[in-house]
Nanobody, 123 residues
Framework: QVQLVESGGGLVQTGGSLRLSCAAS????????IGWYRQAPGHQREWVAS???????HYADSVQGRFTISRDNAKNTGYLRMNSLKLEDTGVYYC?????????????????WGQGTQVTVSS
C-alpha cells in the first residue's frame, strides 16, 4: 500500500522560500514518477510539477522558474523547492508517485493521497 507523507510547509512572506518534502513507501520509488499538486481554498487541486524516474522535470507555467522539483532515491523522498513565493501560491500541497507512467497524471487521478502540507504566503 502506497503511503505518502508531506512536510515542510509553513507561513512565509511574499518573496520567501520553502522546501517541501515527500516521503514515500509501498512502491518502487526509484522507478516511479513523482509529482506535486496543490489545492487553494475554493479551488480544485492542480498539478504543479513532475519529475521522471530518470530526472526529467516539467512545471506548470505558474511556477516555472521559481519552483524546483527533485528526488533522492536513496531516501525514498521527493522535494519541491519554492522560491519567490507569491500570494497565489497559498494552498495545501500534496505529492504523489506513479510507477506506471513516465510523467504524472496532470489531472491527479490517483486513489491514494497523503495529508498534504499547508503553505501560506502573506504580504
Amino acid at each position: 500500500q502506497v503511503q505518502l507523507v508531506e512536510s515542510g510547509g509553513g507561513l512565509v512572506q511574499t518573496g520567501g522560500s520553502l522546501r517541501l518534502s515527500c516521503a514515500a513507501s509501498g512502491t518502487k520509488f526509484s522507478a516511479s514518477a513523482i509529482g506535486w499538486y496543490r489545492q487553494a481554498p475554493g479551488h480544485q487541486r492542480e498539478w504543479v510539477a513532475s519529475i521522471t524516474s530518470s530526472g526529467g522535470t516539467h512545471y506548470a507555467d505558474s511556477v516555472q522558474g521559481r519552483f524546483t522539483i527533485s528526488r533522492d532515491n536513496a531516501k525514498n523522498t521527493g522535494y519541491l523547492r519554492m522560491n519567490s513565493l507569491k500570494l497565489e501560491d497559498t494552498g495545501v500541497y500534496y505529492c504523489n508517485i506513479d510507477p506506471h507512467r513516465l510523467w504524472m497524471d496532470p489531472y491527479g487521478n490517483y486513489d491514494y493521497w497523503g495529508q498534504g502540507t499547508q503553505v501560506t504566503v502573506s504580504s
